[in-house]
């Protein structure tokens, strides 16, 4: 079975452009989470999801941030305009009633 | 307070013996999980165990268990047989009330590091 899809891998854009994070979850879960990974800050739950609909964003750092999940098999993070602060590991993950299973991560730089 | 706190700041395990990584947790709520996930230094987080608050026995996955101490609020992981492949960082998770709240929050982590 396919696990969490996550593109892209690597991400390297200049401060001031968008950038677009993908996911496509593990077929029938439910849940969809974003999570931002750093050094400073560890792992940090962004967003989440339950059958498409947002549940929590008190995470996202401010109004730069959006996340859509149009249908049960994608989502979106979206950073306009980009920083360097911004610079992390982007997680998905995915789950059915239990343990989260999370995609391989977006490793995004803003130069 | 930290909902959950991992202290040990960095851990060594010959290879073959067995290692316990820490971690407490803080909660009020009666019904919660805990989780314990691996990240290799590729990046990825694995899921390895799970533990449900009112599970009477302590979880256990191959070479992973969980040593759950609910009146201390503690739910160490235990690797046994330590394998090279085991070097990584490890995070415990909780997940606070029922699978409607599926919010999940981590600790800082530990490294472990496994000599051969």
Not at chain 2, 61 to 70: A, C, D, I, T
Request: net charge neutral; proline share 5%; with cysteine.
């Amino acid at each position: 079975d396919a696990g969490v899809i996550q593109s892209p891998r690597h991400e390297v854009t200049e401060m001031g452009q968008e950038v677009t994070l993908r996911c496509k979850p593990i077929s029938g879960h439910d849940y969809l989470f974003w999570y931002r990974q750093t050094m400073m800050r560890g792992l940090e739950l962004l967003i989440y999801f339950n059958n498409n609909v947002p549940i929590d964003d008190s995470g996202m750092p401010e109004d730069r941030f959006s996340a859509k999940m149009p249908n049960a098999s994608f989502s979106t993070l979206k950073i306009q305009p980009s920083e360097p602060r911004d610079s992390a590991v982007y997680f998905c993950a995915s789950s059915f009633n239990s343990a989260q299973y999370f995609g391989p991560g977006t490793r995004l730089l803003v130069l | 307070a930290q909902k959950i706190t991992q202290t040990q700041p960095g851990m060594f395990v010959q290879e073959k013996e067995a290692v316990t990584l820490d971690c407490t947790y803080d909660t009020s709520d009666p019904s919660y999980g805990l989780f314990w996930y691996k990240q290799p230094s590729s990046g990825e987080m694995i899921f390895l165990i799970y533990q449900g608050s009112y599970d009477q026995q302590n979880a256990t996955e191959g070479r992973y268990s969980l040593n759950f101490q609910k009146a201390r609020k503690s739910a160490n992981l235990v690797i046994s047989a330590s394998q090279l492949g085991d070097s990584a960082m490890y995070f415990c998770a909780m997940r606070e009330g029922t699978g409607a709240n599926s919010k999940l929050t981590f600790g800082k982590g530990i490294t472990l590091s496994v000599r051969p």
